[in-house]
Each structure stands twice: as structure tokens, then as C-alpha cells.
Nanobody, 119 residues
Framework: QVQLVESGGGLVQPGGSLRLSCAAS????????MAWYRQAPGNARELVAT???????NYADSVKGRFTISRDNARNTVFLQMNSLKPEDTAVYLC?????????????WGQGTQVTVSS
């Protein structure tokens, strides 16, 4: 069982930046993709950004041009660079990784890191 641990959240003013990290405790064999989700109180969980094992990325319309997902394979880590933050970006941000090993699927989640955008 691989654990995902997010870090980098905090309180930032509107227009500011944060960089989130998601570190996997071990190698993610058979990885299909990793993603960042977010969930604000009373709202459904929202897919923010995805990066596939091949390096292709995809973003929610609400964050395009402001957020960038990237990864460091050597450190089993994925990042989310968030610029031009808005109050509506306030949420718990969660890391997700999925794939399969020997035809057995896996789907790992981190505990989340709080991002608060407020003046």
C-alpha cells in the first residue's frame, strides 16, 4: 500500500501563489495518472488537474492558465503550482493516483491540505 502525503497549503491573499506537493511513499508501478482534486465545504469534490504517466496534462476550466501540474518521477512526487489565486479557490486539495499492477487496479488518496485564499 502506497501512501500519498500532501503539503504546501496555507493562507494566501487573493492574487498570491502557492505550490502544493504530493509525495508517494513508494514507487507507483503501473501508474496511469495522478491528479489533484479539491473540495470546499458543502460542495462536491472537483477535479482540478491531471497528469498521465506519459506526461499529458488536463485542467478544469476554472484553473486553466493559473494552475500548473507537474511531477518529479525520481522523487515520486507531483506538484500543483497555483498562481493568481482567488477566494473561490479555497478548499481542501487532495492528491489521487491510480493504475494497475498485474491487472489489479489501485486508487490511492492523500489526506488533503487546506488552501485558504482571503484578505
Amino acid at each position: 500500500q502506497v501512501q500519498l502525503v500532501e503539503s504546501g497549503g496555507g493562507l494566501v491573499q487573493p492574487g498570491g501563489s502557492l505550490r502544493l506537493s504530493c509525495a508517494a511513499s513508494g514507487r507507483l508501478f503501473g501508474l496511469d495518472a495522478m491528479a489533484w482534486y479539491r473540495q470546499a465545504p458543502g460542495n462536491a469534490r472537483e477535479l482540478v488537474a491531471t497528469i498521465t504517466s506519459g506526461g499529458s496534462t488536463n485542467y478544469a476550466d476554472s484553473v486553466k492558465g493559473r494552475f500548473t501540474i507537474s511531477r518529479d518521477n525520481a522523487r515520486n512526487t507531483v506538484f500543483l503550482q497555483m498562481n493568481s489565486l482567488k477566494p473561490e479557490d479555497t478548499a481542501v486539495y487532495l492528491c489521487n493516483a491510480w493504475g494497475r499492477v498485474l491487472s489489479r487496479p489501485y486508487d490511492y488518496w492523500g489526506q488533503g491540505t487546506q488552501v485558504t485564499v482571503s484578505s
